[in-house]
């Protein structure tokens, strides 16, 4: 018996080192908690270092996740300054697609694209302390100053803007003067927002902490089972 356990518990280890990630509770009515830290890794890998979530990794344990029968919801934690918006924006895609219960829970920061991964959850937490950072697309690397250029800015924010506007409360014109604001943040645009003000636009449903979180994903785990 001590050794089945040991063996369990090496496996829960191998599957948070792997994809930062563990199901947790009892069988038949257990939850996946994923972790969403650091900078989100996209078609480049980072340099040594930094500390980053792959989401080629995500993408097959969210289908997993979805397809599990023992498997009731998600629960997302973030703490990410940002990192690629395309590979971000697909998470946040796939998040809001899934028929299972989610939630999210903002620790530390949900910054950049992180704001759609944080609203992409049928339910959203923020604890008073966490900040997010809501600026305009930005590029790293050689730029072309043409108008294709700018299109391709230019659409990109639209679709994350529209993403955001969809899975919140907040309103594009709300948003839109957020990302653009001139006066907060030293050498660029946007804003900086707190806990409490996240909740306060409409951008994240509800102020709490785990426990928080952990009981609205069991209600909607309950109210789904009902149905």
Do not use: W
Request: charged fraction near 25%; glycine fraction near 10%; aromatic fraction near 4%.
């Amino acid at each position: 018996m001590s050794e089945e356990k040991d063996q369990n518990s090496e496996t829960e280890l191998e599957e948070i080192f792997k994809s930062g990630g563990v199901t947790a509770g009892k069988e038949g009515n257990a939850i996946h908690c994923l972790s969403i830290v650091g900078q989100i890794e996209g078609h480049y890998a980072l340099g040594e270092g930094q500390k980053a979530t792959k989401y080629e990794h995500l993408i097959p344990l969210l289908v997993s996740i979805e397809e599990s029968e023992e498997i009731k919801g998600l629960l997302v934690i973030l703490n990410t300054m940002g990192g690629d918006v395309e590979a971000g924006l697909a998470l946040a895609e796939m998040i809001a697609s899934m028929k299972k219960p989610t939630v999210s829970l903002v620790l530390g920061g949900g910054h950049s694209i992180g704001v759609p991964l944080a609203v992409a959850a049928k339910r959203s937490f923020i604890v008073p302390s966490a900040t997010m950072t809501i600026h305009p697309v930005r590029i790293n690397g050689l730029v072309l100053g043409v108008p294709q250029t700018y299109r391709y800015f230019q659409d990109m924010q639209g679709r994350i803007v529209d993403f955001v506007c969809r899975h919140s409360d907040i309103s594009k014109e709300r948003l839109e003067e957020l990302m653009m604001r001139p006066d907060m943040i030293a050498t660029d645009v946007g804003s900086i927002i707190d806990g409490r003000e996240a909740v306060e636009c409409g951008l994240i449903d509800e102020v709490g902490g785990l426990d928080a979180a952990l009981d609205a994903l069991h209600n909607m785990c309950r109210d789904k089972t009902k149905v």
